[in-house]
T-cell receptor, first 112, second 116 residues
Framework: SQKIEQNSEALNIQEGKTATLTCNYT??????LQWYRQDPGRGPVFLLL?????KEKRKERLKVTFDTTLKQSLFHITASQPADSATYLC???????????FGGGTRLMVKP | DTAVSQTPKYLVTQMGNDKSIKCEQN?????MYWYKQDSKKFLKIMFS???????INETVPNRFSPKSPDKAHLNLHINSLELGDSAVYFC???????????????FGEGSWLTVV
């Protein structure tokens, strides 16, 4: 069966450190992988998209890697700040249009 | 300006009632969605409409009926509400799928439905 797995346990890190979140998937062949941020009581907000033929994508303090052999994406936040505390969701796009499937999200807590 | 807006934000109702959640997007997108997020935070697609036409209808009880009067609006009507319908319902929209943007989705703020 198809699965998208993110660590359901919260990740607690100290301010200034690099946070690394993992997204693993099985029985998918995504053309794209996306990362979203969700704050409590709010809707998810798009952060980054990476294509299957890209190994890495960066945006300011964010970096995403995509390994289609390992079927895994890593999401890094460097120089983390308390304001980065949120739930981060990965989502797979199967290139069929109109169909984005989300993982369960990982909650990140950055402590000052 | 709010890109995707949905109302009401909070809704508490009794079992057996019928309720609607309204959604509007001002992004000019062709595709709109309803997602459900349960207590475990899993976000699951319920429906997708493209230019007022139903594209995706995941395994959802037929008590849930989406209605799209035009491509900027997608409302969700729920009949005979059950306790298990309690969740957060997100409306969302996206541009047509492209090689550049993939299928980036813009979400509303959510509607918290509690059935008692």
């Amino acid at each position: 069966s198809q699965k998208i797995e993110q660590n359901s346990e919260a990740l607690n890190i100290q301010e200034g450190k690099t946070a690394t979140l993992t997204c693993n998937y099985t029985n998918y062949s995504p053309a794209y992988l996306q990362w979203y941020r969700q704050d409590p009581g709010r809707g998810p907000v798009f952060l980054l998209l990476i294509r299957e033929n890209e190994k890495e994508k960066r945006k300011e303090r964010l970096k995403v890697t995509f390994d289609t052999t390992l079927k895994q994406s890593l999401f890094h936040i460097t120089a983390s700040q308390p304001a980065d505390s949120a739930t981060y969701l990965c989502a797979l796009d199967n290139n069929a249009g109109n169909m984005l499937t989300f993982g369960g999200g990982t909650r990140l807590m950055v402590k000052p | 300006d709010t890109a995707v807006s949905q109302t009401p934000k909070y809704l508490v109702t009794q079992m057996g009632n019928d309720k609607s959640i309204k959604c509007e997007q001002n992004l000019g997108h062709d595709t709109m969605y309803w997602y459900k997020q349960d207590s475990k935070k899993f976000l699951k697609i319920m429906f997708s409409y493209n230019n007022k036409e139903l594209i995706i209808n995941e395994t959802v009880p037929n008590r849930f009926s989406p209605k799209s009067p035009d491509k900027a609006h997608l409302n969700l009507h729920i009949n005979s509400l059950e306790l298990g319908d309690s969740a957060v319902y997100f409306c969302a929209s996206s541009q047509a799928f492209s090689d550049v943007s993939g299928n980036t989705i813009y979400f509303g703020e959510g509607s918290w439905l509690t059935v008692v």
